[in-house]
């Protein structure tokens, strides 16, 4: 995969990180050892920075090139600090909306998804530092360049998140077929974030057991689901006519 963004070799990424690059996604050899790696270990601590331990295959497959079992990438943006992002909103009197997205790791989605969240008016995108899809260049051109103009918050834990949300006032959707009730008969005029699930396993049912509701689309036809940024789209242009 062709990827500006992509960084190899342990003392590339100590140079990426201390020029203030912003990394997306770190994959660290698993057993890496020596100097050279302590130096990237105690850097990559102290700037709070999540690390992917994956075997060399792994490694290989990002990049032909010698990694000396590091691999990053960085990010064409700065992520928002949740708890600022979430205080701005409420003190500026709008109605918070924010999406939450649950372990989604299709790029051409994430992009699709930012980019109607961009067009509805969305405050903010929540996503995990594990497991998601990256902001690379894949995601900024498949937003058409909307993923520079919402902020996207990176969080340890989604659960943390809507712990926070919650607290703050702000209801928790969860976008699921397995719902009784439609999105048509939920209420979306108060502060709310939808969580949009990934592409194959839909919303983690840890996750399930927190929201405060759950909704689905109603379906007439033979396939079951839709893809998951058309979903996200209909559920946020559902807010949009509520709240007018």
Known sequence: MKNDSLVFGIRAIIEAITSGKTIDKLFIQK???????????????????????VPVEKLNR??????QGAVAYTSPIDFYDLENLVMNVIES??????????????????????RTAECTGVHGIIIQKKGGAPVNADTVKTSAGAVF????????????????????????????????????DTNLTIPTAIIMGSEGKGISQSVLKLVDHQAKLPMYGDIASLNVSVACGVFLYEIIRQRL
């Not at 918070?96 to 299709?106: R, V």
């Not at 969080?155 to 999105?183: C, N, P, W």
């Open 31 to 53: 057993g890496l050892h020596g100097d050279l790696a302590k130096e990237l270990m105690n850097l990559v601590r102290k700037n709070n920075i999540t690390i992917n331990y």
């Open 62 to 67: 990002l990049t032909r090139s010698n990694h």
């Open 93 to 114: 009197g709008k109605t918070p909306l924010f999406l939450i997205l649950d372990q989604l790791s299709d790029v051409r989605n994430f992009g699709a998804i930012i």
């Open 149 to 184: 103009k919402i902020p996207i918050c990176k969080v340890d834990h989604i659960k943390d998140a809507m712990f926070y949300l919650q607290g703050s006032g702000v209801q928790i959707v969860a976008a699921t077929e397995k719902a009784d009730t439609t999105i048509y």
